[in-house]
């Protein structure tokens, strides 16, 4: 099943007991075949104390808190993973109906953190991610992942999977006829411009140069009924599915040239897990709650996942 994330980390709907939370799914990849897997730079991040695991990611901090290993039953490697961005220059306050807004308690060393669940799955290298508009984002794990061993070059990629009939569909697109992609400058990292793809160039023209904030490109055939885009899905695939500065992503095409034209959003149409947590009586969405969540959604995409 497809649906949007809304915009914040959790939504209540009529009853303020549950919170609905999403997660997707990503494939895992490496830029270069000659990097450090994932599962063993985990592994390295393990051993390192939890003071030693803080990383600069963009404007902030992120930390990966919690690497928690099990099995299922019949042999299966799950991995657990919580991130933390440290929120150091502002944050909430506390409030009732009736009083005004007053400061939180913070000692000199406290910050406020924003929490982000993710399952590993080293047997089929995807990552399920907990969707938090507020936390640890894929692309800045990602960036994380990336920038955490200073002597070496590991750079990785997450390719979010679409819904089985939106996957059908762009899968049996082989005649391009438009594309177009909608990019927001501010998310783009040094990682993402380093990808070597030509989008990532103009990207980096348009917010350095020009000061841009939103990018939009748009290519089509026009009215050539017979003409196609050429090499197009690969760059759409490296480029668009996984990367978080990608705001729109629409395709159109047909299996041959004689065929109906389908349209699919590689955005709305993602494969997506929607659940509820009950809050903590803190109004914290609690990490084994979490953890549970992401579970549930392996067991529900298994048989893709492993197929």
Same mark, same amino acid.
């Given at each position: 099943?497809? &649906?949007?994330?809304?915009?914040?980390a959790a939504q209540t %709907?009529?009853? &303020?007991?549950?919170?609905?939370?999403? @997660?997707?799914?990503?494939?895992?990849?490496?830029?270069?075949?000659?990097?450090?897997?994932?599962?063993?730079?985990?592994?390295?991040?393990?051993?390192? *104390?939890?003071?030693?695991?803080i990383r600069a990611v963009?404007?902030?901090?992120? $930390? =990966?808190?919690?690497? /928690?290993? +099990?099995? #299922?039953?019949?042999?299966? @490697?799950?991995?657990? =993973?919580?991130?933390?961005?440290?929120?150091?220059?502002?944050?909430?306050?506390?409030?009732?109906?009736?009083?005004?807004?007053?400061?939180?308690?913070?000692?000199?060393?406290?910050?406020?953190?924003?929490?982000?669940?993710?399952?590993?799955?080293?047997?089929? %290298?995807?990552?399920?991610?907990? !969707?938090?508009?507020?936390?640890?984002?894929?692309?800045?794990?990602?960036? !994380?992942? @990336?920038?955490?061993?200073?002597?070496?070059?590991?750079?990785?990629?997450?390719?979010? =999977?679409?819904?089985?009939?939106?996957?059908?569909?762009?899968?049996?697109?082989?005649?391009?006829?438009?594309?177009?992609?909608?990019?927001?400058?501010?998310? &783009?990292?040094?990682?993402?411009?380093?990808?070597?793809? $030509?989008?990532?160039? &103009?990207? +980096?023209?348009?917010?350095?140069?020009?000061?841009?904030? $939103?990018?939009?490109?748009?290519?089509?055939?026009?009215?050539?009924?017979? $003409? %196609?885009?050429?090499?197009? /899905?690969?760059?759409?695939?490296?480029?668009? =599915?996984?990367?978080?500065?990608?705001?729109?992503?629409?395709? #159109? %095409?047909? *299996? #041959?040239?004689?065929?109906?034209? *389908?349209?699919?959003?590689?955005?709305?149409?993602?494969?997506?897990?929607?659940? *509820?947590?009950?809050?903590?009586?803190?109004?914290?969405?609690?990490?084994?709650?979490?953890?549970?969540?992401?579970?549930?959604?392996?067991?529900?995409?298994?048989?893709?996942? +492993?197929?």
């Amino acid at each position: 099943m497809h &649906m949007r994330p809304l915009a914040g980390a959790a939504q209540t %709907g009529d009853s &303020m007991d549950k919170a609905t939370v999403y @997660s997707h799914v990503y494939r895992v990849s490496m830029v270069e075949p000659t990097e450090r897997p994932l599962r063993s730079l985990i592994d390295i991040i393990k051993r390192d *104390e939890l003071e030693d695991r803080i990383r600069a990611v963009g404007n902030g901090e992120v $930390r =990966l808190d919690q690497i /928690k290993k +099990e099995r #299922t039953s019949d042999g299966v @490697s799950l991995w657990y =993973l919580d991130f933390t961005r440290f929120r150091d220059t502002h944050g909430p306050g506390r409030t009732t109906r009736r009083s005004p807004v007053t400061d939180i308690p913070l000692e000199d060393d406290d910050f406020f953190g924003e929490e982000t669940a993710a399952l590993f799955l080293p047997d089929t %290298g995807h990552i399920i991610i907990q !969707y938090n508009h507020f936390g640890v984002r894929p692309n800045a794990m990602l960036n !994380y992942f @990336s920038k955490y061993l200073a002597e070496e070059a590991n750079v990785y990629a997450f390719n979010v =999977l679409l819904d089985r009939d939106a996957e059908r569909r762009f899968r049996r697109q082989r005649v391009i006829r438009r594309f177009e992609v909608g990019i927001d400058l501010s998310r &783009m990292s040094a990682a993402d411009r380093r990808a070597g793809n $030509r989008l990532s160039d &103009m990207a +980096e023209i348009a917010a350095d140069d020009w000061e841009g904030a $939103r990018m939009k490109i748009l290519v089509s055939v026009g009215q050539e009924r017979d $003409r %196609g885009l050429a090499n197009v /899905k690969q760059m759409l695939e490296n480029f668009v =599915l996984g990367n978080d500065a990608v705001v729109s992503a629409h395709v #159109t %095409g047909r *299996e #041959t040239p004689g065929s109906e034209i *389908e349209s699919v959003d590689l955005i709305e149409e993602k494969l997506v897990y929607p659940a *509820e947590i009950i809050p903590t009586s803190k109004r914290r969405l609690a990490q084994q709650d979490r953890f549970k969540m992401l579970r549930r959604a392996f067991a529900l995409w298994r048989p893709r996942l +492993e197929s």
